[in-house]
């Protein structure tokens, strides 16, 4: 199993690279967001990889950190996604955004991606709302999935770890959060959003 690969860029095509590795061409495919950050032929790179066997052949898949990777993997448990249409969220998706969008129940925003439709992506933020992988990080793409503009680290990380200390999911703590932001707007502090946030948590479960 190829887990990662660093070695030189020796070709890219629309959809993939093809890294040399020690003589050894490796063709990873990847979604134009990666391609995008790869550097030019001939310089070195790195990739972490997810190798998928079938029967008839071996298909390697590369992404510029693990939580893109756990995403491709966590997106294909979902009826309906396959590799190609994950590969596809995750060009369209950042990993911090894919986890602020399930977080927040942004349908829309998944919606970018090409051969996602509306059922889909209801279906996609609806499995995964409450397992989004470790590496991932809700928090941080809060300000653009509430057009809010909150920095990691200020009220909204404080209103967070106050509700997840409560108790609650943080996958569901982090969708309180960013309604909380899109209700009151990017100055609020942490009060107001921990106050706002245990309503929206409230509503939620009734």
């Given amino acids: 199993m190829i887990a990662r690969l660093r070695g030189l860029i020796d070709a890219k095509g629309e959809d993939h690279v093809v890294l040399d590795v020690q003589g050894v061409g490796y063709l990873v495919h990847c979604s134009p967001r990666v391609l995008q950050a790869l550097p030019g032929r001939g310089e070195a790179a790195a990739l972490h990889v997810e190798t998928q066997m ?23 448990s979902v009826q309906g996604v396959g590799a190609r249409v994950a590969l596809a969220i995750g060009g369209a998706l950042g990993a911090d955004e894919l986890a602020a ?16 439709g509306a059922k889909l992506a ?24 509430s057009g809010a503009g909150a920095p990691q680290g200020g009220a909204a990380a404080d209103a967070l770890s106050a509700l997840v200390n409560l108790g609650y999911a943080r996958a569901q703590a982090s969708s309180a959060v960013a309604a909380s932001l899109k209700a009151l707007g990017p100055e609020a502090g942490a009060g107001e959003l921990i106050r706002r946030g245990l309503k929206e948590l409230a509503q939620n479960l009734s």
């Fill in 101 to 116: 969008a399930v977080a927040a129940q942004d349908r829309a925003a998944l919606s970018r991606a090409p051969g996602v």
């Fill in 54 to 76: 079938r029967e008839d052949q071996i298909r390697l898949y590369g992404f510029l950190g693990e939580a893109e990777r756990d995403w491709f993997r966590l997106l294909q």
């Fill in 122 to 145: 209801a279906r996609i933020v609806a499995e995964l709302k409450d397992r989004a992988p470790a590496s991932g990080a809700p928090l941080a793409g809060l300000s653009e999935a």
